[in-house]
């Protein structure tokens, strides 16, 4: 089984206008709303593979309610821990061909909170081959809490896949106890290297993958290019991923997708080539939908047969 940990969830609602009037009354008549947060995208995309599945996380209030609903409108399976603060919610005004987000930043999770979830999450991995952990931590919690989880799972011999950003990523390669598997993008590359990286610049990426000393020991490192496809270090080798073009709808949650695509590989224990090919798939399938975390696998094999995966150096 895979489980999705999302720590900061969100009811995530769109408001499409024509135009967006400042300091003036915008009605909107097709509002949508669903549960929202990277890993809960994780937690659909490896739905809709028909692989099994389990949500947890943090939830809390009508809001937290709202999204346990949408999730069991969608049959995919859930454990949360309550918390006491409501859930939050995320707007974004699609107007005039831009986006504009307003994010609330959620509830603060007491201590006591963050002891009873870590053996929420000990007692949980119990049924789990593979976790996912994505997004940020919400407020109250320290920046090195990921890494707790990642020591709890480790204990268990759980493969953990994190998504994460900043000091949160930064402080979880920090410890002896290290994830399975990490998905950086160039810019959080550069980040953790503290150095500048372009997106095509593949010697220094496979320089930082093989020699920078916060990734090692870790088995997977997938670092996504966008268009340009992806780099990653498996097994101590370097492997150069190509992709085709394709018509992008919304790229928002290809992150998401090719994380999912990652999780599915590595329960089924895939060759890399596949684990890598599977994940390619499933964010350019994201992209090509209008809806965030959701693919079509009718796509799936003739995307398939179009990426290459060779070894770089």
């Not at 400042?22 to 549960?35: F, G, H, L, Y």
């Not at 959080?188 to 496979?206: G, Q």
């Not at 670092?223 to 919304?250: D, F, Y």
């Amino acid at each position: 089984m895979i489980i999705a940990l999302t720590m900061n969830p969100s009811i995530d609602i769109s408001y499409p206008i024509k135009k967006l009037i400042i300091d003036s009354v915008n009605r909107v008549d097709n509002v949508k709303k669903t549960a929202g947060g990277k890993g809960l995208n994780v937690a659909r995309v490896v739905k809709m593979a028909d692989q099994p599945i389990l949500a947890t996380g943090l939830l809390g209030g009508n809001l937290g309610k709202y999204i346990q609903n949408d999730l069991d409108h969608d049959n995919i399976p859930h454990n949360f821990l309550p918390i006491a603060q409501e859930s939050r919610n995320c707007i974004a005004i699609l107007h005039e061909g831009a986006q504009t987000e307003i994010l609330e930043s959620g509830p603060t999770i007491s201590e006591q909170e963050q002891l009873t979830f870590k053996q929420h999450f000990t007692d949980l991995i119990t049924q789990a081959d593979v976790i996912t952990i994505s997004g940020s931590l919400p407020k109250g919690m320290p920046a090195n809490y990921y890494g707790k989880l990642i020591e709890i799972a480790n204990q268990q011999h759980k493969k953990i896949l994190l998504d994460c950003s900043g000091e949160s990523l930064k402080l979880a390669l920090s410890n002896n106890d290290k994830p399975y598997l990490i998905k950086p993008n160039h810019e959080e590359l550069s980040f953790l290297a503290n150095t500048a990286i372009e997106a095509t610049d593949f010697n220094k990426i496979a320089d930082v993958l093989s020699n920078h000393t916060e990734l090692k020991g870790i088995p997977i490192i997938v670092v996504s290019l966008g268009k340009h496809g992806a780099m990653a270090k498996c097994a101590e080798q370097i492997w150069r991923i190509t992709i085709p073009k394709i018509n992008v709808v919304n790229p928002v949650g290809s992150g998401d997708s090719t994380l999912a695509g990652l999780a599915i590989g590595i329960l089924k224990q895939e060759s890399y080539e596949n684990i890598l090919k599977r994940a390619m798939v499933f964010g350019m399938l994201n992209a090509m939908e209008a809806q965030t975390g959701c693919i079509n696998l009718a796509y799936y094999d003739e995307l398939f047969k179009q990426i290459h995966v060779n070894l770089y150096q």
